[in-house]
């Protein structure tokens, strides 16, 4: 790829010559951050994070119910194409709060971003960011695949609800996902409840039913109830082509097949962080470093 040799040009002026042979670019893969501020800065102390190398993607929920939620967002957003984002329930719930659609919760802590200076900027970057990110054998989501959807119709599907989000009915797409019906996926939906129906899969799929629906089951898999399987071990899924990443489901934790990585290890429970660099599948996990209390 072109842009591998740009960046060791680059590097070669700033690095020492024993240095030159460790300077290629690497994606660290990331799990739910959820405000962690602290955490994700141990994280990327572990990995030697080099914006100007190495480049971020994260699974969603990059907000909300950890201590720090305004630090987090401004970090990446200033990280500028070093960071591959895509959205999770939590950003889009704090989409929905901004807008005045939703109210805030008691576990909620957001409230930093919502009174920063620098807000109009944040809530739209975050507005801007994708629902999904599929680059070569590798796709992006924060929850899971519908098993009949192939990543091309994921994709596809992803690309309606953010050119909404990011356009001018952004906001009337943002009442109809928090307070509009909630239908299972079906091909022939249309409008909103379209949107809402994908956006649900994307962002909120853990188990699904044996009919292939997105069931409300969020314990740890061994406890599904009968019939219900982890949406990536459905029967005949057609996305099984591509490693996918995702998050979403602490109680599953950090979940490595040869085509997952599943990157939830349950940082804002007091758990881990981790970051999978995808050169290698090298793990690296820091206990969680932020202060207690406001989550
Ligand atoms: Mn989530």
């Given at each position: 790829m072109a842009y591998d040799v740009l960046y060791l040009d680059a590097a070669r002026d700033t690095l020492a010559p024993s240095s030159f042979l460790f300077c290629t670019m690497a994606i660290y893969a990331i799990g739910d951050?959820?405000?962690?501020a602290r955490s994700l800065e141990r994280l990327l102390a572990l990995i030697r994070f080099d914006p100007s190398v190495d480049r971020l993607w994260c699974v969603g929920d990059l907000v909300n119910r950890g201590p720090d939620s305004l630090r987090v967002l401004r970090y990446l957003k200033q990280l500028g194409p070093s960071a591959q984002v895509v959205l999770g329930n939590h950003d889009l719930f704090l989409l929905a709060v901004a807008e005045g659609i939703v109210s805030l919760r008691s576990k909620d802590t957001i409230q930093d971003i919502l009174a920063a200076d620098d807000r109009t900027e944040l809530i739209d970057w975050l507005k801007r960011q994708p629902l999904h990110h599929h680059e070569g054998a590798y796709f992006m989501v924060h929850a899971g695949l519908l098993p009949q959807w192939s990543v091309d119709d994921a994709g596809r599907l992803a690309r309606e609800v953010e050119r909404t989000l990011a356009g001018p009915e952004s906001r009337t797409f943002l009442q109809a996902l928090f307070h509009g019906n909630a239908p299972q996926w079906s091909a022939s939906l249309t409008g909103y409840e379209r949107l809402a129906a994908i956006t649900r899969a994307l962002t909120r799929l853990r188990t699904c039913t044996a009919e292939g629906a997105l069931s409300g089951f969020s314990g740890s898999p061994n406890d599904a109830p009968y019939g219900h399987l982890p949406w990536f071990h459905m029967p005949n899924r057609r996305s099984s082509d591509h490693t996918i990443l995702f998050g979403h489901w602490a109680a599953l934790g950090l979940h490595i097949e040869s085509n997952l990585l599943g990157l939830d290890s349950g940082c804002v429970w007091g758990r881990q962080l981790t970051a999978i660099r995808l050169n290698d599948r090298q793990v690296f996990q820091v206990e969680y470093a932020d202060d207690r209390g406001r989550g």
């Open positions: 951050i959820q405000g962690c």
